[in-house]
């Protein structure tokens, strides 16, 4: 059981770099990232939901797992996160990723503390 956002961030480094030490990231510039693939998907699916129940959130899982499976395992370490130390955790992984600046404004206004 994960005790603290330091022990968290921790894992997800470790985790983050395994994963991407293991993926080439051949993408042509104008093809969309599997991060921003990944924040439509949290949009679509929570946009307008205050407080959304497990059959949503299950949606959202599946989505996920099907449309951008090359993050599923990833993304499934980042639910440990607590709340507020998610978005943080989303974004590094995403820029560490792609070399890029990234920015999901939905996810990032959902999940602030």
């Known amino acids: 059981m994960i005790k603290s956002v330091e022990q968290a961030y ?3 480094v ?4 395994l994963a991407v030490a293991g ?20 949009e679509e699916e929570l946009d307008g939901k205050a407080s959304a129940g ?3 959130f299950q949606k959202l899982s599946d989505r996920l797992s099907e449309e951008v499976p090359e993050l599923e ?3 499934n370490h980042l639910t440990n996160f607590p709340k507020e130390g998610f978005y943080l955790a989303l974004k ?13 404004k939905f996810i990032k206004n959902r999940y602030k503390h």
Request: aromatic residues 10%; proline residues 4%; contains cysteine.
């Open 23 to 42: 993926c080439s990231n051949g993408q042509a510039e104008d093809t969309v990232s599997p991060y921003d693939r990944v924040c439509s998907i949290y």
């Open 73 to 75: 395992e990833q993304l």
């Open 14 to 17: 470790v985790l983050s770099f």
């Open 92 to 104: 590094s992984m995403a820029e560490h990723h792609t070399g890029k600046s990234w920015e999901c």
């Open 54 to 56: 497990p059959s949503t």
């Open 10 to 12: 921790k894992i997800f």
